[in-house]
Every structure is written in C-alpha cells, then in structure tokens.
C-alpha cells in the first residue's frame, strides 16, 4: 500500500519542512531514500484466480513447518490471511500466536460442540479472552450436520443472534462469520437461504459476513440461487480444495472462476496441511509439516516459485 503525499496529516507536512531547511544549506548532501517496489509476484500471471487465503489447522508439532511454509508464501505475496480452527481450552494459541507474528490476518472459528452451551454469551467470552490476537470469529463450521448431534439450523440462528446482540454491546472491534454452510449437496444453499431471511435487516452487514464452504458445483449452484450479495451481505468462501495434489493447480483454475459467481470477497483453501495421511490429507499444501524443511505440492510450488 503507497500512501500519498497530499494525503499525509498536517503534522507529517511539517516535519517534512523542516527537513527541507535542513537540507537546504547542504543541497546535494541530503537525500531521501525512496521505498524500494514489491516484486512482482510470478503466480499472478501463471495463475491469477488464486485467493491468498488458507485454512491453518492447529497443531503445535507442525509450528515449525508452517513457519517455514507461510514465511515462503508471503515471500511470493500468496497469503494474506488464515482460518484457525479454536477450541476453548486453549490448545489452538501457539498457532494463533505463529500467524499474529507473521502479521497474517486471523479467522478464528469456534468449535461447533460448545455452541451447545447453555451460555454462549459467557462461551464467547471466553473464546475472546483466550485469544485476543483474533478479531474476527466465526461462530461454527458446518454446524447443522455437525458430526453426532447436528444442530437445526434455526436452532443455531437462535444462537447467532444472542452471539451478535452480545458483540454490539461489548466488543466494537470483532467481526462475525456465520457457520459456514456444507460444502457439498444442497443443504448448504438451503441453510444459506433460512441465514439471510433471519438475518436480513436484522443484523450490520458492516459487522456480519456470510461464510460458505464449496467442494462442489451442486453446492455452488445451490449457494448461488439465494443471491446473498443482493441483500447488502459479504460472502466469504471458507473452504474448498480438492484431495489431490496432482489436480490442486487444475482446480483452482477451474473452480475459482466460477466461485465468482458469489461475489465472493475472499476465497480460503483447504488446508496448509491436514495431515500427511487420512482423508483430508490430499488438499493439504504441503507435507511433512511436524519435520521441516516442508515438501510442497504442485499448488504450493506454483505459488512460490
């Protein structure tokens, strides 16, 4: 970001007045070193769709790998911000902590299983005093199929709200997310839709945003046909990816593109890491995350080279 002259405070002007008087006398033998320009980042070209956004799964064994992954994808400017999951007891602060150091913006989300508290305004609060580097939170992921004991999603709009009314009041500086909606069938666009009707001139788009996870084009279309956007609201794609790491360049030029159809402000891939085996751990990044030096992905590679 570039700051211009003309709009420098009055204060600023005048030390730059003074310099001048100083310099005066001396001419040639004062100089002003001029800010040396961004590189340009080689992934705009080769892959212009990408959203430097990911999803950061907490795990102090992996602290040391993500350093090392992020350090290399700010070098290239293909990450701005992450989407930690939090859990109430702390265990997610190391990684919170790693991403503020890195001056990475921060989504926290608050895990599903403690929206079931009977008091979610004293839940949150807790979450805000553990973590205070994050300014934005989510209030749950993918919460109405939530794994053995799903909540009806106008359950979990009863529980937003008192989240919300609760944020006005006490913490000017927090952003909410909603849940972000599943991210496959079309279950997510039907939640989307009972959202935006609860939530409509009920809630400051300036302090609300829609999230939606998209994996697939169903759940795209779906997502779409509630035209969220038109409502005043911002929409936040929260996750997507695919669990090959052979097909994650492809996929983002495919499917990043059309994602656009929601207008989206920010799109997050999933994930860094998820694990070096299991289900998820075909989207991840890179590999070998808890022993750097990491192995990146053909995506990560594209990114950084």
Not at 267 to 277: K, Q
């Amino acid at each position: 970001m570039t700051l211009d002259v003309a709009l420098a405070p009055a204060h600023s002007r005048g030390v730059r007045r003074t310099l001048w008087l100083v310099c005066l006398p001396l001419m040639w033998g004062c100089h002003i070193t001029q800010p040396s320009p961004i590189p340009f980042a080689s992934w705009r070209t080769t892959l212009p769709q990408w959203s430097p956004y990911v999803v950061l799964q907490p795990n102090d064994l992996a602290l040391a790998g993500y350093r090392d992954a992020l350090t290399k994808l700010l070098a290239a400017q293909a990450v701005v911000g992450v989407r930690v999951p939090l859990f109430a007891d702390g265990r997610a602060a190391q990684t919170v902590a790693l991403a503020a150091s890195l001056n990475l913006e921060i989504v926290g989300v608050i895990d599903d299983a403690d929206l079931m508290s009977g008091d979610v305004v004293a839940m949150f609060d807790r979450y805000r005093s553990t973590y205070q580097q994050v300014k934005t939170f989510q209030i749950g992921n993918e919460v109405t199929t939530f794994p053995g004991m799903p909540m009806t999603i106008e359950r979990y709009l009863d529980v937003f709200t008192r989240i919300y009314a609760h944020v006005l009041d006490r913490y000017p500086d927090v952003l909410l997310l909603t849940q972000s909606t599943f991210g496959s069938g079309t279950m997510g666009g039907s939640d989307l839709g009972a959202t935006i009707g609860r939530l409509r001139s009920r809630v400051s788009p300036e302090r609300v945003v829609l999230a939606v996870n998209v994996y697939t084009n169903k759940a795209l279309n779906a997502d779409v046909t509630e035209e969220a956007a038109t409502f005043g609201f911002r929409i936040w794609v929260t996750e997507t990816g695919i669990a090959n790491p052979a097909q994650q360049v492809a996929y983002v030029m495919r499917m990043y593109p059309l994602l656009q159809m929601l207008r989206p402000e920010r799109i997050y891939w999933y994930a860094l890491w998820a694990g070096d085996v299991g289900n998820d751990s075909g989207y991840s990044l890179v590999t070998n995350a808890t022993h750097p030096p990491v192995v990146p992905s053909p995506l990560f590679q594209t990114l950084t080279d």
